[in-house]
């Protein structure tokens, strides 16, 4: 089975048609939502909405654990994942896909093993390269064949937020490597490799980060949101075409 992760702008997956409803209790809690099965081509796919629907729960206080829990308990062995995101690097603008390769964690205070030592016993997972590169070709291809505009690297830096971030932070986070920023990245790409699950993510540029661009001075909320929703179409094609490709 394959699970798509929806965040910002995308609650729910209409296109796919009717869908069951999976309420999964795990040992970490609730996650943040019913998990919706729905059939693509004689393929099941697991969609949760990481901030819960409606949206409310802050990035921060996501109960990750849980939620790649629930999907890994109905089967689920690949998942794409949809974070929308901010642009570090020039050459990233808003309006484009990044299919990020690489990542960097300044979250704190998040829950982001099963290996506590208490559930599970200890045990250190390889993370060098933290995207599955088959998944990542596919959403290459597909974007090509679909004629999406699309990044096909990035180092996303995984912040805590709910606010968003400084000029200082920005500046720092390019120096460190980042290209884009986001809030969820982290603790869900360690958590799914610690599962044994494919994962790679599809990051919608929504805008320029703190101090450039568009940004320059200051962000408005209110237009993140707007530019999110609206390349939430193309997502779900892109989506669904990668899912018939791999499922076959």
Known sequence: MIGVIGGSGLLGIEEWGSSREEVIRTPYGEPSHAIKVSELDDSEVAFIARHGNPHHIPPHLINYRANLWALHSLGVKTIISIATV????????????VFPNQIIDYTSAREHTFFDGLNNPLNHIDFTYPYEDFLRSQLIASSQN?????????????????????????????NDGATIVGMTGMPEAGLARELGISYAAICPVANHAAGRGLSKEGLNLETINKNSKEMMSSVVTLITEVIKKIDH
């Open 86 to 97: 901010g642009s570090i690097a020039p050459e990233i603008q808003p309006g484009d896909l």
């Open 146 to 174: 679909l004629k999406i505009k699309f990044i096909e690297n990035g180092c996303y830096a995984s912040v805590n937020g709910p606010r968003l971030e400084t000029a200082a932070e920005i500046n720092r986070y390019e």
